[in-house]
């Protein structure tokens, strides 16, 4: 004879339910706990490889340059020439970017760029330099370490402000970048000079 099943009652049914919850919870917290526990044995036990690669040291090259003012203040850059760091014992090509800005005494910016022939003049030497479309100047004739290239600004052939600027207080200066990469050596087994693979350009005379 089957006994009768009696409904549960409510409140059986909410110990029941918390009871799996229960029971969820401490089973997470065990899972919880052994991959805690795993993770800081592997952490332990894992011992560090010092990275001693070292890539080889590479000087900056010297720039010599002179900068002048008139009596309105206007800002002149009258001589610039590069010398390459003495460290390398190949020749040299040399590249310089020449980046005019607005700025005052405290150093500060203008954030709108001068622009040449309405704000700026620029003359430079064409015989050992060449000017491309990249914005920066190259010379034509590698560079032994220990020598400076020849002037890229010197005398007549000179940066030289001649409009003030839009904001008072502040004046023109030209910030001078210099690169060099090593003449001698080629890519691609030999079919391109290392210089072109990193410039995009051969720099000789044209």
Request: aromatic content about 10%; charged content about 20%.
């Amino acid at each position: 004879m089957k006994l009768p099943i009696k409904p549960m009652t409510l409140h059986k049914k909410i110990f029941f339910r918390r009871r799996r919850l229960v029971i969820g919870l401490v089973l997470l917290m065990l899972l919880t706990a052994g991959a805690a526990l795993t993770a800081a044995k592997y952490v332990h036990s894992s011992n560090l490889i010092e990275d001693t690669y070292c890539p080889d040291t590479y000087d900056k090259p010297q720039i010599n340059e002179t900068v002048t003012s008139d009596d309105n203040g206007f800002y002149a850059k009258t001589f610039l020439s590069v010398m390459p760091a003495d460290t390398t014992d190949y020749p040299v090509y040399v590249r310089v970017a020449l980046l005019p800005v607005w700025q005052n005494e405290q150093g500060v910016v203008y954030g709108r760029q001068p622009v040449e022939g309405t704000d700026y003049t620029l003359a430079y030497d064409h015989i050992y330099w060449l000017r491309y479309r990249d914005g920066y100047f190259y010379c034509t004739m590698p560079v032994t370490a220990g020598c400076a290239t020849p002037p890229l600004l010197s005398e007549d052939e000179v940066v030289r402000q001649i409009k003030a600027a839009p904001v008072k207080g502040y004046t023109l200066h030209v910030v001078t970048a210099a690169e060099t990469i090593q003449a001698i050596g080629t890519v691609d087994d030999g079919l391109k000079e290392a210089v072109v693979d990193a410039w995009g350009h051969q720099p000789v005379a044209e």
